[in-house]
């Protein structure tokens, strides 16, 4: 099961654009869990 996908068709078209785009998303995640990290920081000391 990829991205909610059961369908093989499905799985055999998104693997293709998210193997070339890795470098992008490996970045896209960095940023997006850094962003998570200092949130939840925050949320913390207000407690």
Do not use: C
Request: charged share 35%; no cysteine; hydrophobic share 30%.
């Amino acid at each position: 099961n990829y991205h909610g996908f059961q369908d093989e068709d499905n799985k055999v078209d998104f693997s293709g654009p998210i193997l070339s785009h890795s470098s992008k998303v490996d970045e896209f995640l960095e940023k997006h869990e850094r962003h998570i990290r200092q949130a939840v920081r925050r949320s913390w000391f207000q407690r």
